[in-house]
């Protein structure tokens, strides 16, 4: 019979809350990077991203950040643009909500930002109130 060596597999590591959620220092934007929101996932490590400068752009995960940061529509992120290909981005750092409301306040979000909002959410804000949806019924 093996002796037991380890303290489990990848698996335990996983579940572990290593206490990381600590005070970090807010990161601005330098010269070739962008504050966006992402709109929607779209798998393999891509999304969906609007960036405030108006531009809407694919966004990658970048490989230090795959399968550690979770990144969901909604989000606040900071990107860096491509110099040889203007409609790809990479995702360089996620914003925390607390942290993107201070960014909001220096002055660097626009203030239509909206944080903490799904994709549905901002859909759902873009349409009129109207409850219609195109079945019309006879009066009884």
Known sequence: MP???GK???NRRRGKGDGEESKR???????GQEYAQV???LGNGRCE?????????LGHIRGKMRKKVWITAGDIILVAKRDF???K????HKYTADEARNLKQYGELPENARI???????AMADDNDDDDIGIAFDDI
Do not use: H, S, W, Y
């Open 25 to 31: 220092e807010l990161e601005f934007k330098e010269d």
């Open 89 to 92: 981005v990479d995702i360089v």
């Open 49 to 57: 991203c609007f960036c405030f400068d108006g531009v809407t752009r």
């Open 8 to 10: 489990g597999g990848k």
């Open 85 to 87: 290909q203007d409609e």
């Open 116 to 122: 903490n909002e799904t994709a549905v959410d901002m």
């Open 39 to 41: 709109v929607r996932m």
């Open 3 to 5: 002796k037991p060596k």
